[in-house]
RNA sequence: GCGGACAUGGCGUAAUCGGUAGCCGCGCCAGACUUAGGAUCUGGUUCCGCGAGGAGUGGGGGUUCGAGUCCCCCUGUCCGCACCA
């Protein structure tokens, strides 16, 4: 029989689904066990080979999982919101629900094409209202609690209103002025905030959707602007989201990188005073340096600005704020070592020195973090150093490495920033180690009242407002220009239908198109009318929720996604928990994983998650590159193309990408080339060994470099047993690797002995076998395949069967003991041929439900022959000796073996090689 | 600049606890079967050397009976952050 894999695999593929053996309920009384991927954007240009690798690994866990006795929950949806998929309906003018349905269709039809053991059941869609309705519900929720720092913890903002009322201020206030006053600790809260506003994209974009200036998506310039938008108070759960690193089973770089991205920072908070009237509040790390403060820096956005300074410097000053506020983000960051600033004529006193020190503006000093106000200390701060060296200003040194290395700061070529040493010139902390200047410093501050201990990070609240139509609508409208959460009963909000879906360059969102969009409070309901009175009628906010709203909680919505009541019911999460193992790129580090935990956290305070971090292990599968292929057209010769081995000057040629689908190893296909693209049909070829060579490079894989691999060409060419293993084969799962489909031959070859050595036992089953032999490979098999997969070495566990096959093939293995547990083995890897294989050795239920086999030790412990079991001619041997037993001893010990005497045959060993302890090598 | 990770044959990689370095696969070489081979099978393949033998895990040092693995320094590559006080 033929190994016909796409027959098979189609076939198993219809079967499981009809039977439905991938369905999820929760069982009382089993284990239970929850994987998770990281759902795709279904964006237009469908699955490329480097989406199924994670999706792989996690299905050869969870199958896995699954064969030990393990209830296990292995979900997929789709990240239908956002940029992404708008961006790809804009450039095909099509509605993005229109487009989205359609490469949700595609990314379906092809992951179905590689076997997946999702519960398809369990679906969810971030565009599904049904879905968003609980994005919008825990919107609502966010926005009616705030963080109440002393139990660490969300609470209803009516805890902090009843606290409140009691209070003189409180009675004061106007209704107007309470809401306002409120707005400042919900968790989802209306403010001007500076924003990075992306005109091209025609929205505002979070911090980790801008890199170096530049929009994530499309690389569009990107500037500061003050704009009123919905943020979410994710600097609330700083300190909870830097400590719940501690608990989660991630790699210490992923975690690193969190940790650098909130930026905890322990210092001070400290009051200079102007005058007798006025006063700010800088935020430093060195407080023990207060000695050498020579000049302030304030932000140019500073409120104090305006009041402080001089009339004589007045002009110049708003000249320079005007000018900062310009910029734009790019040009800032690319000109950072550029310095400039301007004085403004007032004066500080240092509270410490009662010295008078000059205020200065300057952009180096960002409004966003601390207090947007420093107190400069240029011998130990290299930014410092450099603003005082530019405008002339003083430099004084107060720490030394040693007590008495006192130098002259005008010598210096740069501050001396380290935090080891001594206090020089200090005052009273004078001689102290730095360590104990700093809580000297702020004893003394703190006793003074003019300022505390405090903790900065660097994380900023997630701005959560996009000018955009492809996303969540708020469940807010206005009234009286305050925000109104819409009754819970009347969601979801749908998402209207409107003419016009594109963005516009002035931030004026898309929803503004639909008529039909307001809310009729009385009624509780959105309103045909194009009259809003503000009376009964009121408008609803236009902007939508950015892309990671939708991504925030899936993981819980997939264990109890067709619940209407409720985000999901209290059983399924007590059930569930949370995600056991939860795999995915890294690059969503700054991005969804936070947002993710905070969102999980926030549900946890208020009583709806049960695990305070929602993703407990986390793998990060490494991205796949591309390999292009070149042709090589002469300079001279526009249709001359010359073999890579007989160009003698790369100067003399133009490298071309050309479609890695006419390349056969490098080897370019002439008669497809020519046909490829209209400008190669009169193409002439400089051929060596009668064959044209292409050149290669490893880069991005992209459409435009016309080197990605789609998986359908190699489920069709290999089938989806080799693509899933060739996948794992390449290496291992977090690494990122080129694609190279050069190895795939290879992995192909395996299961085509695989499928040859059962149909041996098939055509030949009353021959005998050793069975003892057969039994010893295929124990060593389960513990290796068993402790590969808890390690998530898949890499290697594909060898291990290769190795098994040719070893049984070897044996003429005839056992069925052996055969069958090898293919509960094999299913979670190559699903299809061992399910096939599985049925054709009689069995009738799927393999996906039979047992994991365990392991026998008798069969591993009795000597310790490893793989192969003739070992490049050698043997191995493994022996309790005592510790000081003498190479002497050990060579009699081994040769007294009774498998010495088998693979010996009575003859002497050509080398003895003994390492103390453990083992005894024999060349045989 | 700061933080993190990594570095092994021609290539992808393996070596799980500090104990044979190079498993498995690709590629390559030789052979078998074949009208044929881009099918299949067998053997070989770290480097130098005809050989005995020697060298060898980016470079240098250290710890150890023993180091790819642990420690220090350097070089290179990749990733994250980047005027965060």
């Given at each position: 029989?033929?190994?016909?894999?796409?027959?098979?695999?189609?076939?198993?593929?219809?079967?499981?689904?009809?039977?439905?053996?991938?369905?999820?309920?929760?069982?009382?009384?089993?284990?239970?066990?929850?994987?998770?991927?990281?759902?795709?954007?279904?964006?237009?240009?469908?699955?490329?080979?480097?989406?199924?690798?994670?999706?792989?690994?996690?299905?050869?866990?969870?199958?896995?999982?699954?064969?030990?006795?393990?209830?296990?929950?292995?979900?997929?949806?789709?990240?239908?919101?956002?940029?992404?998929?708008?961006?790809?309906?804009?450039?095909?003018?099509?509605?993005?629900?229109?487009?989205?349905?359609?490469?949700?269709?595609?990314?379906?039809?092809?992951?179905?094409?590689?076997?997946?053991?999702?519960?398809?059941?369990?679906?969810?869609?971030?565009?599904?209202?049904?879905?968003?309705?609980?994005?919008?519900?825990?919107?609502?929720?966010?926005?009616n609690h705030y963080y109440d720092e002393e139990?660490?913890?969300a609470r209803p903002i009516s805890e902090l209103v009843s606290r409140l009322e009691?209070t003189?201020?409180w009675?004061?206030?106007?209704?107007?002025?309470r809401?306002?006053y409120l707005m400042g600790y919900r968790l989802?809260?209306?403010?001007?905030?500076?924003?990075?506003?992306?005109?091209?994209?025609?929205?505002?974009?979070?911090?980790?959707?801008?890199?170096?200036?530049?929009?994530?998506?499309?690389?569009?310039?990107?500037?500061?602007?003050?704009?009123?938008?919905?943020?979410?108070?994710?600097?609330?759960?700083?300190?909870?989201?830097?400590?719940?690193?501690?608990?989660?089973?991630?790699?210490?770089?992923?975690?690193?990188?969190?940790?650098?991205?909130?930026?905890?920072?322990?210092?001070?908070?400290?009051?200079?005073?102007?005058?007798?009237?006025?006063?700010?509040?800088?935020?430093?790390?060195?407080?023990?340096?207060?000695?050498?403060?020579?000049?302030?820096?304030?932000?140019?956005?500073?409120?104090?600005?305006?009041?402080?300074?001089?009339?004589?410097?007045?002009?110049?000053?708003?000249?320079?704020?005007?000018?900062?506020?310009?910029?734009?983000?790019?040009?800032?960051?690319?000109?950072?070592?550029?310095?400039?600033?301007?004085?403004?004529?007032?004066?500080?006193?240092?509270?410490?020195?009662?010295?008078?020190?000059?205020?200065?503006?300057?952009?180096?000093?960002?409004?966003?973090?601390?207090?947007?106000?420093?107190?400069?200390?240029?011998?130990?701060?290299?930014?410092?150093?450099?603003?005082?060296?530019?405008?002339?200003?003083?430099?004084?040194?107060?720490?030394?490495?040693?007590?008495?290395?006192?130098?002259?700061?005008?010598?210096?070529?740069?501050?001396?920033?380290?935090?080891?040493?001594?206090?020089?010139?200090?005052?009273?902390?004078?001689?102290?180690?730095?360590?104990?200047?700093?809580?000297?410093?702020?004893?003394?501050?703190?006793?003074?009242?003019?300022?505390?201990?405090?903790?900065?990070?660097?994380?900023?609240?997630?701005?959560?407002?996009?000018?955009?139509?492809?996303?969540?609508?708020?469940?807010?409208?206005?009234?009286?220009?305050?925000?109104?959460?819409?009754?819970?009963?009347?969601?979801?909000?749908?998402?209207?239908?409107?003419?016009?879906?594109?963005?516009?360059?002035?931030?004026?969102?898309?929803?503004?198109?639909?008529?039909?969009?307001?809310?009729?409070?009385?009624?509780?309901?959105?309103?045909?009318?194009?009259?809003?009175?503000?009376?009964?009628?009121?408008?609803?906010?236009?902007?939508?929720?950015?892309?990671?709203?939708?991504?925030?909680?899936?993981?819980?919505?997939?264990?109890?996604?067709?619940?209407?009541?409720?985000?999901?019911?209290?059983?399924?999460?007590?059930?569930?928990?949370?995600?056991?193992?939860?795999?995915?790129?890294?690059?969503?580090?700054?991005?969804?994983?936070?947002?993710?935990?905070?969102?999980?956290?926030?549900?946890?305070?208020?009583?709806?998650?049960?695990?305070?971090?929602?993703?407990?292990?986390?793998?990060?599968?490494?991205?796949?590159?591309?390999?292009?292929?070149?042709?090589?057209?002469?300079?001279?010769?526009?249709?001359?193309?010359?073999?890579?081995?007989?160009?003698?000057?790369?100067?003399?040629?133009?490298?071309?990408?050309?479609?890695?689908?006419?390349?056969?190893?490098?080897?370019?296909?002439?008669?497809?080339?020519?046909?490829?693209?209209?400008?190669?049909?009169?193409?002439?070829?400089?051929?060596?060994?009668?064959?044209?060579?292409?050149?290669?490079?490893?880069?991005?894989?992209?459409?435009?470099?016309?080197?990605?691999?789609?998986?359908?060409?190699?489920?069709?060419?290999?089938?989806?047993?080799?693509?899933?293993?060739?996948?794992?084969?390449?290496?291992?799962?977090?690494?990122?690797?080129?694609?190279?489909?050069?190895?795939?031959?290879?992995?192909?070859?395996?299961?085509?002995?695989?499928?040859?050595?059962?149909?041996?036992?098939?055509?030949?089953?009353?021959?005998?076998?050793?069975?003892?032999?057969?039994?010893?490979?295929?124990?060593?098999?389960?513990?290796?395949?068993?402790?590969?997969?808890?390690?998530?070495?898949?890499?290697?566990?594909?060898?291990?069967?290769?190795?098994?096959?040719?070893?049984?093939?070897?044996?003429?293995?005839?056992?069925?003991?052996?055969?069958?547990?090898?293919?509960?083995?094999?299913?979670?890897?190559?699903?299809?041929?061992?399910?096939?294989?599985?049925?054709?050795?009689?069995?009738?239920?799927?393999?996906?439900?039979?047992?994991?086999?365990?392991?026998?030790?008798?069969?591993?412990?009795?000597?310790?022959?490893?793989?192969?079991?003739?070992?490049?001619?050698?043997?191995?041997?493994?022996?309790?000796?005592?510790?000081?037993?003498?190479?002497?001893?050990?060579?009699?010990?081994?040769?007294?073996?009774?498998?010495?005497?088998?693979?010996?045959?009575?003859?002497?060993?050509?080398?003895?090689?003994?390492?103390?302890?453990?083992?005894?090598?024999?060349?045989?």
């Amino acid at each position: 029989m033929e190994y016909n894999y796409n027959e098979i695999e189609s076939r198993w593929q219809k079967a499981w689904r009809e039977q439905g053996v991938y369905r999820t309920e929760e069982v009382e009384g089993r284990p239970h066990y929850y994987v998770l991927d990281m759902f795709p954007y279904p964006s237009g240009a469908g699955l490329h080979v480097g989406h199924p690798l994670g999706y792989i690994a996690s299905d050869i866990y969870s199958r896995y999982k699954r064969l030990r006795g393990y209830n296990v929950l292995h979900p997929m949806g789709y990240d239908a919101y956002g940029l992404p998929a708008e961006q790809y309906a804009i450039q095909t003018g099509q509605h993005p629900a229109i487009t989205t349905e359609q490469n949700i269709a595609r990314y379906r039809e092809q992951l179905d094409k590689i076997g997946f053991s999702f519960d398809w059941d369990r679906e969810v869609r971030t565009c599904d209202p049904q879905y968003y309705k609980w994005t919008q519900w825990t919107f609502i929720q966010l926005f009616n609690h705030y963080y109440d720092e002393e139990q660490r913890k969300a609470r209803p903002i009516s805890e902090l209103v009843s606290r409140l009322e009691g209070t003189e201020e409180w009675q004061r206030m106007t209704e107007g002025e309470r809401q306002d006053y409120l707005m400042g600790y919900r968790l989802a809260y209306l403010a001007d905030i500076p924003v990075n506003w992306c005109a091209e994209l025609g929205t505002v974009l979070a911090n980790d959707e801008v890199v170096g200036g530049l929009s994530v998506r499309g690389g569009h310039p990107v500037e500061r602007k003050l704009m009123r938008q919905w943020s979410l108070r994710i600097t609330a759960y700083a300190q909870r989201l830097v400590d719940g690193l501690e608990q989660v089973d991630w790699t210490d770089s992923l975690k690193e990188i969190q940790r650098n991205w909130i930026g905890r920072s322990e210092g001070a908070a400290v009051w200079f005073p102007v005058d007798d009237s006025q006063k700010f509040e800088i935020f430093t790390t060195r407080p023990d340096t207060i000695f050498g403060v020579t000049f302030m820096v304030l932000c140019p956005e500073h409120e104090m600005i305006s009041q402080i300074t001089t009339l004589e410097h007045r002009e110049e000053v708003e000249q320079y704020v005007a000018w900062a506020k310009n910029r734009s983000e790019r040009e800032r960051q690319a000109e950072v070592k550029k310095v400039s600033g301007v004085f403004t004529g007032a004066y500080a006193i240092n509270p410490l020195t009662e010295e008078k020190i000059p205020i200065w503006v300057s952009e180096y000093v960002l409004a966003g973090y601390g207090t947007g106000a420093i107190m400069a200390v240029p011998a130990h701060d290299s930014r410092d150093f450099a603003f005082a060296r530019h405008f002339g200003l003083p430099i004084r040194q107060v720490v030394a490495p040693e007590k008495d290395a006192v130098s002259d700061p005008a010598t210096w070529e740069e501050s001396l920033d380290s935090k080891t040493g001594y206090s020089v010139n200090s005052g009273f902390v004078s001689g102290m180690k730095v360590k104990d200047a700093m809580a000297a410093v702020i004893d003394k501050i703190e006793e003074m009242g003019i300022g505390h201990r405090t903790v900065n990070y660097r994380l900023r609240d997630a701005i959560f407002s996009r000018q955009r139509y492809w996303g969540e609508p708020f469940p807010v409208y206005y009234k009286e220009g305050r925000p109104q959460m819409l009754p819970e009963e009347c969601l979801p909000l749908e998402l209207p239908e409107v003419g016009d879906f594109k963005p516009t360059a002035t931030g004026e969102p898309p929803l503004g198109h639909a008529k039909v969009w307001a809310w009729d409070e009385q009624n509780r309901r959105v309103v045909e009318t194009e009259k809003i009175d503000n009376k009964t009628v009121f408008p609803l906010e236009l902007s939508t929720m950015p892309g990671f709203a939708g991504s925030s909680g899936y993981y819980l919505r997939y264990m109890d996604p067709r619940n209407d009541e409720a985000y999901f019911s209290k059983e399924a999460v007590g059930y569930w928990q949370n995600v056991d193992l939860y795999v995915g790129g890294a690059e969503h580090g700054t991005g969804h994983l936070i947002y993710a935990r905070f969102w999980n956290k926030f549900l946890f305070d208020i009583g709806l998650a049960v695990k305070d971090e929602p993703f407990q292990k986390l793998i990060n599968q490494g991205m796949i590159q591309g390999r292009s292929n070149f042709v090589y057209r002469s300079k001279q010769d526009n249709n001359l193309y010359i073999s890579k081995g007989l160009i003698k000057n790369m100067a003399d040629v133009t490298p071309i990408h050309v479609d890695i689908n006419i390349v056969d190893n490098d080897v370019l296909d002439l008669e497809r080339f020519k046909t490829w693209r209209p400008e190669f049909a009169e193409a002439r070829f400089e051929l060596e060994e009668g064959r044209y060579v292409c050149g290669w490079e490893i880069e991005k894989m992209s459409k435009s470099m016309f080197n990605v691999q789609n998986p359908d060409d190699l489920v069709a060419r290999y089938g989806a047993d080799t693509l899933r293993l060739y996948e794992m084969f390449l290496g291992p799962v977090e690494q990122a690797k080129p694609w190279d489909t050069g190895g795939i031959e290879g992995v192909h070859r395996f299961l085509k002995k695989l499928w040859k050595l059962y149909d041996y036992y098939l055509n030949n089953q009353n021959t005998q076998s050793n069975q003892n032999a057969d039994l010893k490979v295929l124990h060593q098999t389960i513990k290796k395949i068993t402790d590969d997969i808890e390690r998530f070495s898949f890499n290697t566990s594909v060898s291990t069967f290769m190795i098994c096959c040719n070893t049984l093939t070897d044996l003429r293995c005839a056992s069925p003991e052996v055969l069958k547990p090898l293919l509960v083995l094999l299913a979670p890897f190559a699903p299809h041929i061992a399910e096939e294989l599985w049925h054709r050795m009689g069995e009738t239920t799927s393999v996906c439900t039979a047992r994991w086999p365990e392991c026998d030790e008798q069969y591993l412990v009795e000597d310790t022959v490893k793989y192969p079991v003739q070992f490049n001619g050698k043997m191995r041997f493994t022996l309790d000796l005592p510790a000081a037993a003498t190479q002497q001893e050990a060579v009699e010990a081994v040769l007294a073996a009774p498998e010495s005497a088998k693979w010996l045959g009575g003859k002497e060993p050509k080398k003895v090689i003994f390492v103390p302890k453990k083992i005894i090598n024999i060349v045989c």
